[in-house]
């Protein structure tokens, strides 16, 4: 039994206004354009941005008179428009039968803070996980979010994937806490223009050798594009860098013939895990191991 999943990343247009009715609008036709493309190309999975609906700048939403960041005031934002352009997005998946993961926020309770949320919905129209941002920037924590609680990961297809946003790619033990669950990738969605960030997505790949979705906005793409990182840290597709909306599309396959997924898989992921496990235990030098130092030459 084929074991594969085909993966498509977008790197859709992020409007940065809550407020903005209009760009929130476009950003759900956007994003349903790319949905459509995905299903056409065959994905199974169709990952967005951070913030796909919209990531609010913080000089639109914390600013205070002076200019000095201030506590967000929530009440500005269009709450009733994120969510119809976000169920207007799982009807579609549930039309098109594609799992779709975008970003937006999700509100609680005031005066508590919204969370910053990627939301999973599967391939019949239903929203079957939300992973709420775990580690979140100086400013986003002291003005704008409430932080996450909890790992997300969710299975497509016998395929296992987790979720990260953004500034926690700088976190290497979420990425090592994905590889402990299991998983076969991770999303990891930006709203940043940052060329290291995409950096450290292929040192993930290639420490816990397993598959990440990189998804950012279409218009840092000219610094780094959408794409998709592979076992062993090779970017498998990418989109245009020319800041235009576009999809990248690769496939998940466990069983792989490509050298570097190859090696990856079957060989440098269980070697990690068996020497993490205490493979080395039996072999380390008992006594004084000042003796082997005083009899080196």
């Not at 799992?99 to 910053?116: D, E, I, K, V, Y």
């Not at 989109?239 to 079957?266: K, T």
Request: proline residues 8%.
């Amino acid at each position: 039994m084929a074991r594969t999943l085909r993966l498509a990343v977008a790197q859709s247009t992020v409007p940065e206004d809550p407020a903005d009715r209009d760009a929130l609008r476009a950003a759900g036709r956007e994003i349903r354009a790319l949905m459509a493309e995905a299903a056409s190309g065959g994905a199974r999975l169709v990952q967005f941005p951070e913030g796909a609906i919209t990531y609010p700048s913080k000089h639109v939403m914390a600013a205070g008179p002076d200019g000095k960041l201030v506590p967000a005031d929530w009440s500005r934002a269009a709450w009733d428009v994120m969510r119809e352009e976000a169920e207007s997005i799982a009807s579609l998946a549930g039309d098109l039968r594609l799992w779709t993961a975008f970003g937006s926020l999700h509100p609680l309770t005031p005066p508590s803070r919204p969370h910053n949320s990627l939301f999973v919905v599967s391939d019949r129209g239903e929203l079957v996980a939300r992973y709420d941002k775990r580690f979140l920037s100086h400013t986003e924590v002291s003005y704008l979010y409430t932080p996450g609680r909890e790992p997300v990961v969710f299975e497509v297809d016998g395929i296992r994937i987790g979720c990260a946003l953004c500034v926690e790619a700088n976190f290497p033990p979420l990425f090592a806490e994905y590889e402990r669950l299991d998983v076969d990738c991770v999303l990891l969605s930006v709203m940043v223009d940052d060329a290291p960030r995409a950096r450290v997505a292929q040192a993930y790949g290639t420490l816990y050798s397993y598959w990440l979705g990189y998804a950012v906005p279409a218009q840092f793409s000219a610094t780094v594009p959408s794409g998709i990182v592979g076992p062993g840290g090779r970017w498998l597709a990418q989109c245009p860098a020319d800041g235009q909306p576009a999809l990248a599309i690769a496939d998940i396959d466990l069983d792989s013939a490509d050298p570097d997924i190859d090696v990856a898989l079957r060989y440098a992921r269980p070697w990690r895990r068996l020497a993490q496990d205490g493979l080395y235990e039996d072999r380390l030098v008992t006594g004084d191991p000042r003796s082997d130092i005083r009899t080196a030459f």
